[in-house]
């Protein structure tokens, strides 16, 4: 209880007033955004490679494999730069940012297997190079060994933090249910996939800025208001990316054109059109959508019905309630240009 | 650490002097165990069903089907008993024996997967019902959900008791990964076994006597005994179960005759025979053990070489190892006496 006391009065003496605007022009915030990215990645990928030591043998370097290839720690970053808004010394959130990128990579792991996709990043998938078996118990150990990490040593900050996961993890299974659940429907309402994008995206976002909070020592309105800004930023980051999915450049998505259309899946813009009344097609409805023409006819009445605007504008609306989310607690004023650059990057990202 | 005291000042006040012989007769163990074990599964079950809430509708049912079909409760009733051989009530432990059957049934869901076992106390497995894609989430929500319920509130003892079962889940992980491992060997020594048999069995059985004296409040030489307890009665209670994989009765095991050896196996009747340089045939090497001869053939051979006797000795060694911790610490007599019957039960059990 001290020392959140002494950490707010830090925080209120040295932060500035905030508005929902963020203090830095665009082109500056995608440059912090890049450096604070690169910042995190440099103190985690040491911290998480120690982590593998808890590891099977058996299983450490395929998990290692996977681990190297690459990914954007986002989220590691949002951990890291929430503590230090609160006041607190990012090294203090450093288990944080690598449990949660440790059950992120536990999900890739899995969902690849279920999704049968073979290639994650322009490499093959960790089933497709060592077999669903092997797979299936290195994820169990990805999660697992998160679970290690924030619980050594087992401090009041760190169980509170534990338990944060433990739900967010819960609530990411959730919408990986819900959406392997609507794979094989041909409706879904807009509240029903706003469920599932809260679930599977928007848990681990508003853990990893509620982990940083509660590991950087700060009080409960200050967890709420960082947790909200990650809450909202997950969906906004999924809007965007549901619209990378079907409009996206394969030459930057590294998917085919129009993947989540073959797919049959019920994202963000198809619920929408769906809301709409808008027909897909019988080929759409059966999965059976496979040549290009087929997608590139599919692709134009979503455009045409205002499809792709509606799911960027919901977008924008939860990126706008973000922002709004961190102007309600005193924050210091580095690391929170650094959050909202961060939120910037995410909604801009291969555009 | 007030509570420590006064919980060690009460059991030592109101036990009395334990020798390593169990005070009560063989025949009265083994109704003690079953009474112990059926009032752990009247506490335990309607708990893990509430727990269930937690869990995406699209998986609660079949993880409640799952959770449905038995099972001895034995680890729930090893946490309960283990709390009131602390001189606590063993309700305070209830949240440690929900979790430890929890991740006990998420390792049996994702092992049925790697294994291709179909069945499983007589009723379809979860892949065979559901898919494989169900089955992987919903063995995924079993794990995190005993996280979420140990860590609900996220007090001291709690946040211990979830950093046990993290490095117990690790492992458990770890011995399932070195088994695997071993089924693409011909030739494991017994030492590699017993590192299987310690982290595939022992693990959450240790964990389990951990838990118990953790949310009982004991100190850290109960703690330290009560574990030794479990992870003696994991590798006694494994040796039984190899043995009856290869000699058991197919109505009594539900498993067909020798269904270890087809399916090469790793055991540790197997690493005892390879040890005194027995061979058990090229059709054994090649994992084309397939006719009832062929299996009697090689049960026969490990029957002569001594293999069935020294696994047996190896188990009653454990226990008496077991038995010998218990007797380290001062603990209440009465469910003293019930964690030596459950002892006696697991490894007694099904003969």
């Not at 909200?228 to 906004?236: C, P, Q, R, S």
């Not at 963000?268 to 496979?290: F, H, K, M, N, Y």
Request: proline share 3%; net charge negative; hydrophobic share 45%.
């Amino acid at each position: 209880m001290a020392r959140q006391q002494c950490v707010s009065s830090r925080v209120a003496a040295r932060s500035q007033a905030l508005s929902v605007e963020a203090s830095l022009a665009a082109p500056d915030r995608a440059a912090v955004a890049v450096d604070v990215l690169a910042r995190a990645r440099s103190v985690v990928a040491p911290a998480l490679e120690a982590t593998l030591t808890r590891l099977s043998p058996e299983l450490a370097d395929s998990v290692a494999e996977h681990l190297s290839g690459g990914g954007k720690h986002v989220r590691a970053g949002l951990v890291l730069v929430s503590a230090a808004a609160c006041g607190a010394d990012e090294r203090s959130a450093i288990d944080g940012a690598i449990a949660i990128e440790l059950v992120h990579n536990f999900s890739l792991v899995h969902d690849d297997i279920i999704d049968s996709d073979e290639e994650r990043r322009h490499r093959p998938t960790m089933w497709s190079s060592h077999g669903i078996s092997h797979a299936i118990i290195a994820g169990d150990a990805l999660a697992t060994v998160a679970f290690q990490a924030l619980l050594d040593p087992p401090t009041p900050e760190r169980a509170r933090a534990a338990a944060l996961l433990a739900d967010a993890t819960q609530s990411m299974i959730s919408g990986q249910a819900l959406d392997m659940a609507f794979e094989r429907r041909n409706t879904v309402t807009l509240s029903e996939c706003m469920e599932m994008v809260v679930g599977k995206t928007g848990a681990l976002l508003m853990c990893a800025t509620q982990l940083g909070a509660v590991l950087g020592g700060a009080g409960e309105a200050t967890i709420d208001a960082l947790g909200a800004f990650g809450h909202h930023l997950g969906i906004a980051f999924q809007a965007i990316d549901d619209v990378l999915g079907i409009w996206g450049d394969p030459s930057v998505t590294g998917k085919p054109v129009g993947s989540d259309l073959r797919r049959h899946k019920m994202t963000l813009p198809i619920c929408i059109a769906q809301a709409a009344g808008v027909e897909l097609g019988s080929r759409w409805r059966t999965g059976d959508l496979v040549s290009d023409e087929d997608v590139a006819v599919a692709t134009a009445t979503l455009e045409s019905c205002g499809a792709r605007r509606s799911t960027l504008e919901l977008g924008e609306r939860h990126l706008g309630e973000a922002l709004a989310a961190l102007a309600r607690v005193p924050l210091l004023r580095e690391p929170r240009d650094e959050l909202v650059a961060i939120a910037d990057y995410v909604v801009a990202r291969d555009r």
